[in-house]
């Protein structure tokens, strides 16, 4: 099931972006980073208690509808609530109930959505009596926190939490590929998509931004089942007349979690921009199968070496993909895109490729012969042995001496000596170091 949504909204200057980054700076677990890939940190994955979800920020709703930027930010908040199962309604206790909060108030009634009112800036318990006038929004108990300080947040997300959707396992049918066409507006997923299908049945246009929502259909292809679920197209940032696409990232961002493989559609006539880096950090994320498809390759003039040309050029803008396939389509012509659905079958198989155990470790025993691991202040790190933990995507324990001794640098060799060994063409492979224990020596 796709993670849920919680937005933060309120008028300006109550404490929203304050809340967003003490949450997910301090009181929310957010996916590790991955060097050499860009996120957009208006979204943030996040926990608690064990519950999984999406946590965006919007801008201050403002009265003025004279205002163009004040039009703009309304419009973007209104998206992020039209996207979202929860919101936080946020207001300032200090200033107390303003005509402001009501018209943000009436705004979110007209949702009716599930919303839990935060009230903030009280940093004392002595003052939070000053909650009580916010009950008159009709939204239930005020509860009284202070973002900038950390306190009443754990209240605040034990009651986001209980007005969440329930997970509910979605019907799934074992034996078919999820395929899931993600980048940048008007790179032509659509397109791919009715190509494969051999009929027009997602809407196509030039206009960027025409796919909304996510739209699954179901292939079968030389015996093997497939869904493909085209997605609204990844935007960049910062750009005033994007801004009313700005939610349907999330979207994509739902359906890469409930898919197995995920192709990053790039355009052969702009290149890479630097928002493909943040749509590929966002599948590397949810851990899918991954392959790069440069659309568009019919419009290319080409010598013998174009090709080559454009996967280096794909490999120096993400380094650490290039275990990631690179297939050259065209949606127009249809020129290698059935090619697609092979290349979807066969790294799908290395996703839930899993290996023998006796195998892994002759294999990770080789790698530190051949590289020593390293070692901090006297101490060396000893690998002692390994398992694979589960699979989609291959993911290995590594028990070893101390695990703080171990270095990213390390942990990519050792990802390096296991793809040359197994392949794992198309995957992430996720590698943790666990302490087993210390020998007597240490």
């Not at 890469?256 to 702009?270: G, M």
């Not at 695990?403 to 590698?431: C, D, K, M, V, W």
């Amino acid at each position: 099931m796709p993670l849920p949504v919680v937005a933060i909204v309120g008028r300006a200057n109550v404490g929203k972006s304050t809340l967003f980054n003490r949450l997910i700076g301090e009181r929310l677990s957010i996916v590790e980073d991955v060097p050499g890939v860009t996120r957009d940190r208006i979204y943030a994955k996040a926990e608690w208690n064990g519950v999984s979800f999406h946590l965006i920020d919007t801008g201050g709703i403002e009265m003025d509808e004279e205002d163009e930027m004040g039009n703009l930010i309304r419009i973007q908040a209104q998206l992020a609530i039209d996207e979202a199962d929860a919101i936080i309604f946020l207001v300032d206790g200090r200033t107390g109930l303003s005509v402001q909060d009501e018209y943000v108030a009436e705004f979110l009634r007209r949702s009716k959505k599930p919303v839990v009112l935060g009230v903030n800036k009280l940093d004392h318990v002595s003052h939070h009596a000053a909650s009580y006038e916010f009950y008159q929004l009709g939204f239930g108990e005020p509860i009284p926190l202070s973002a900038e300080h950390g306190t009443g947040t754990g209240d605040l997300l034990d009651a986001v939490v209980d007005v969440l959707p329930k997970a509910e396992d979605e019907p799934v049918d074992e034996e078919a590929i999820r395929v899931a066409f993600i980048g940048r507006p008007n790179v032509g997923k659509s397109s791919l998509v009715n190509r494969l299908l051999g009929e027009e049945r997602v809407m196509v246009s030039d206009i960027a931004g025409t796919t909304r929502d996510a739209i699954d259909t179901p292939l079968v292809h030389d015996g093997q089942k497939f869904v493909l679920v085209d997605t609204a197209g990844v935007r960049r940032r910062g750009k005033v007349y994007e801004n009313i696409e700005k939610y349907s990232v999330l979207r994509a961002l739902r359906a890469i979690e409930r898919t197995d493989v995920a192709f990053i559609v790039l355009d052969a006539e702009r290149g890479i921009a630097e928002q493909d880096k943040r749509v590929a950090g966002y599948a590397l994320d949810a851990g899918c199968a991954i392959a790069f498809l440069v659309n568009k390759w019919d419009a290319i003039e080409k010598d013998d070496k174009t090709a080559h040309r454009f996967e280096e050029e794909i490999r120096s803008h993400f380094p650490f993909m290039r275990w990631a396939p690179v297939l050259f389509v065209s949606a127009l012509t249809g020129q290698r895109v059935t090619r697609a659905l092979d290349l979807a079958r066969d790294i799908a198989e290395q996703h839930a490729m899993r290996v023998q155990t006796s195998a892994l470790n002759r294999v990770l025993a080789d790698a530190q012969i051949s590289v020593s691991p390293p070692s901090s202040k006297g101490r060396k790190l000893k690998l002692y042995y390994a398992t694979q933990a589960s699979v989609r995507p291959p993911t290995f324990i590594i028990f070893v001496n101390d695990q703080e001794l171990s270095h990213f640098s390390y942990e990519r060799y050792l990802e390096n000596q296991l793809r040359e060994a197994f392949g794992f063409q198309g995957t992430p492979i996720r590698i943790r170091m666990r302490t087993r224990g210390q020998d007597a020596d240490d």
